[in-house]
């Protein structure tokens, strides 16, 4: 057997062995008190504060569209945990999720679409997805990207963020929603 077969079938072993932890970490997430059939999981797999800043202030206007009641936050970003109650009432939990889990979760999601209730945050992940090459293609922002292509929220319309009368420096700089 060539090298590069053995290559192969290496990557495809870790695919899915990567694929089936995450089947056992979607089943660990509905399995949690409160997680129905009408509550999205949103998943946002990196620490990009401003694609984080979106997925949380369109959060409201998501779940309204796709017709959910609440949302499951999935993230290993300690800013997202500080802040999603003060986008939306509608959070039922945030969950510490780390790298690796969103990884073999998000392996699980590229087999086929499992749930219609998870949604990935993000504008290239999982592998495949590649929004971010859209940005500037007339005149589009990450913002609308984001709105349209990940939430699927038609028509856009920019919601109002919240306001935060604390001293918190990193919650504020979320808020403004650039990164740090």
Known sequence: ????????????????????????????????????????????????REINHLA?????????????TNAVLLTHDPAVRKCAELFSKNVLRVIVFKRKKAEDLMQFYCLYEFDKRFI????????GRNGSSLLGKRGTTQEEIFAIGVYRIYPFQRPQAPVYRGDDAEIMTFLEGRPQ
């Open 1 to 48: 057997m060539s090298n590069h077969l053995k290559q192969v079938k290496r990557q495809l072993y870790r695919n899915l062995a990567g694929a089936y932890r995450g089947w056992w970490q979607w089943h660990k997430v509905v399995k949690i008190k409160g997680v129905t059939g009408s509550t999205a999981v949103v998943l946002l797999p990196s620490c990009d």
């Open 120 to 127: 990935v945050a993000s504008l290239d992940e999982p592998n």
């Open 56 to 68: 949380l202030l369109y959060l409201d206007e998501m779940l309204k569209s796709r017709k959910f």
